[in-house]
DNA sequence: CGTACACCCTGGCCGC
DNA sequence: TGCGGCCAGGGTGTAC
């Protein structure tokens, strides 16, 4: 499900609805997700304050004020709900649920739900060297200032693999997954079966300034929705109205190439492209 | 070290 | 209605 741009509209959503709010109560359902929920996460954040909610790469990171910390990835099915108020009865795909009472008594919850369990959501004490680990192979983000495309394009350029294949690399650039990269490479009219090793300084600023429009474009739109993807508070997004290639088999490139979109197993994933316009 | 592939798990859809 | 097969936004572990 969730790339860069989803998750950024979950914990941007999340940070305005907790932030600053105290834990009340752990809802813990099931504690056997992608990493095993530590049996002590209740003990260590009730009574405690948020601090705020980020996101690194595709993780999200709800900060507490006693340095502790949840990391918690969507994988391809996982989801953020919020309720206010009045609390639904659990379903089966809702793992772990954080409750919270606001100043004039309202309460407010959210539920992480992950049906295939590829997600995680867990906590970890900010000097535990197990929390640095889950970031310390994740390349530069995408769309911070001190982006270098320089480094991007030395990192791509010594490799053998296709350019597809590098995207999806979480060390080389992080964030991106199969949607954004197969649209990215379309705007860039770059092949996704071009090697690294192939691709000129020049297609690597344009690739770079794809990649930059693409992810900013969907998360004004509030990330792509294509089955079950919403925000916390159970909205769609609308980037797949501008989707170009992805999911579009078939259909006729929208540049005047009279091709057709086609649709490729490559390393066991869809590949959406333009055999024409791509090169 | 780089690359390719199987695997984790559930649900939806399609064809028979 | 039911079954098998295939598909899905991701990441990791293993074998060469």
Same mark, same amino acid.
């Given at each position: 499900?969730?790339?860069?741009?989803?998750?950024?509209?979950?914990?941007? $959503?999340?940070?305005?609805?907790?932030?600053?709010?105290?834990?009340? #109560?752990?809802?813990?359902?099931? %504690?056997?997700?992608?990493?095993?929920?530590?049996?002590?996460?209740?003990?260590?954040?009730?009574?405690? =304050?948020?601090?705020?909610?980020? +996101? +690194?790469?595709?993780?999200?990171?709800?900060?507490?004020?006693?340095?502790?910390?949840?990391?918690?990835?969507?994988?391809?099915?996982?989801?953020?709900?919020?309720? +206010?108020?009045?609390?639904?009865?659990?379903? =089966?795909?809702?793992?772990?649920?954080?409750?919270?009472?606001?100043?004039?008594?309202?309460?407010?919850?959210?539920?992480?739900?992950? &049906?295939?369990?590829?997600?995680?959501?867990?906590?970890?004490?900010?000097?535990?060297? @197990?929390?640095?680990?889950?970031?310390?192979?994740?390349?530069?983000?995408?769309?911070?200032?001190?982006?270098?495309?320089?480094?991007?394009?030395?990192?791509? *350029?010594?490799?053998? @693999?296709?350019?597809?294949?590098?995207?999806?690399?979480?060390?080389?650039?992080? $964030?991106?997954?199969?949607?954004?990269?197969?649209? *990215?490479?379309?705007?860039?009219?770059? *092949? &996704?079966?071009?090697?690294?090793?192939?691709?000129?300084?020049?297609?690597?600023?344009?690739?770079?300034?794809?990649?930059?429009?693409?992810? #900013?474009?969907?998360?004004?739109? $509030?990330?792509?929705?294509?089955?079950?993807?919403?925000?916390?508070?159970?909205?769609?997004?609308?980037?797949?109205?501008?989707?170009?290639?992805?999911?579009?088999?078939?259909?006729?490139?929208?540049?005047?190439? *009279?091709?057709?979109?086609?649709?490729?197993?490559?390393? $066991?994933?869809?590949?959406? %492209?333009?055999?024409?316009?791509?090169?």
């Amino acid at each position: 499900m969730p790339e860069l741009p989803e998750v950024e509209t979950v914990t941007t $959503g999340l940070n305005f609805a907790i932030k600053n709010l105290i834990v009340k #109560k752990v809802y813990v359902q099931r %504690y056997d997700l992608r990493i095993t929920v530590s049996k002590n996460i209740k003990s260590v954040i009730n009574n405690v =304050k948020v601090i705020g909610v980020q +996101r +690194r790469a595709k993780y999200g990171i709800i900060q507490f004020d006693n340095n502790y910390s949840i990391i918690f990835h969507l994988g391809m099915s996982g989801s953020i709900v919020i309720e +206010r108020n009045k609390f639904k009865p659990f379903q =089966k795909h809702d793992h772990i649920a954080l409750e919270f009472k606001k100043n004039n008594n309202i309460k407010i919850r959210f539920i992480f739900k992950d &049906p295939r369990r590829f997600g995680f959501f867990n906590i970890y004490n900010n000097e535990d060297p @197990s929390f640095k680990n889950i970031f310390k192979n994740l390349g530069p983000e995408p769309l911070i200032k001190g982006f270098s495309i320089r480094l991007f394009y030395e990192n791509i *350029s010594k490799r053998q @693999s296709s350019i597809k294949s590098l995207l999806l690399n979480q060390s080389i650039i992080s $964030g991106l997954g199969n949607i954004y990269v197969c649209e *990215s490479l379309f705007l860039a009219k770059i *092949s &996704p079966f071009a090697l690294g090793c192939d691709l000129s300084l020049k297609n690597i600023e344009t690739l770079y300034s794809k990649i930059e429009k693409v992810l #900013k474009k969907a998360i004004r739109e $509030g990330g792509t929705t294509l089955q079950d993807y919403k925000n916390i508070s159970g909205e769609i997004g609308y980037f797949q109205n501008y989707l170009l290639v992805y999911d579009k088999e078939n259909n006729k490139c929208i540049n005047d190439c *009279s091709a057709l979109i086609k649709r490729e197993v490559q390393n $066991g994933r869809s590949t959406y %492209y333009c055999p024409t316009c791509q090169k």
